[in-house]
């Protein structure tokens, strides 16, 4: 599930448009950096600032190996948490 398409889901399930707005690496970095520090920062757009792929999108059952319970499909998670939303 891509961030646009997390966005639309939590937009969904408060009710209300959520907009979604792209920014650069550089401005994702300097948000971050100022506070979890550059490190933090680079490591974390160097996962989440790539194209999504394949891999990425392959549903897998890690959370039901590490929890002993089955992951829950986004939409429903943004469903039960509307509330923390709003």
Known sequence: MTARQQVEAVAAAIGRSVPFIE???QEAHAQMAAVFGDEAADAVLDVTGKDVN???LTVRNTVA???GSPARPFRQWAAENADLFR
């Open 54 to 56: 394949d891999a990425l």
């Open 23 to 25: 920014i650069s690496r």
């Open 65 to 67: 190996q590490v929890t």
